[in-house]
């Protein structure tokens, strides 16, 4: 029997195991009961980056700000592509103005940035906004 996937809850940032076939049943959380895998992108900041960098499912990290056009325009790419990628990758935001010392941590030059994370560490990193299709090849040519 395979080892169950370890995925912070993107509301309590408690640890759930759930089975790999049970990713698309969709899971609650153990500690708060709510949907632990989200169909569109959750708030990420200073007090949960930590938590949620954790685990086994990778997570898709766009940083932006709300004075910036293209960061705008590349939000509902961004939400189509968390409802697209729900049960194999989670989709977070990360304002950037708001969250200055960890856009900062995170060698932030431009956004939009999009950051992949696997298992607490970075696994990759794209600059600026795409159409959908393009951020799916890239994400398939990162193994998510």
């Known amino acids: 029997m395979p080892e169950p ?3 912070p809850c993107p509301h309590c940032n408690g640890l759930n195991r759930l089975p ?3 990713l698309n049943d969709t899971p609650k959380c153990g500690r708060c009961k709510q949907a632990v895998l989200l169909s569109r992108p959750f708030d990420l900041s200073e007090a949960n980056y930590a938590s949620q960098i954790k685990g086994d499912l990778p997570l898709l990290l766009d940083v932006w700000a709300d004075w910036c056009g293209p960061c705008k325009s590349f939000a509902p790419i961004f ?3 968390a409802a697209q990628l729900s049960g194999r990758c989670r989709l977070a935001k990360l304002d950037s103005e708001a969250n200055r010392n960890l856009a900062s941590q995170l060698g932030i030059r431009s ?7 696997k298992n607490g560490r970075e696994i990759s990193r794209q600059a600026g906004a795409f159409p959908l299709q393009s951020l799916l090849e890239w994400l398939s040519s990162q193994g998510v």
Do not use: D
């Open 111 to 117: 956004i939009p940035s999009l950051i992949l994370f």
């Open 20 to 22: 790999a076939e049970r």
């Open 5 to 7: 996937l370890v995925i």
């Open 79 to 81: 939400t189509q592509a």
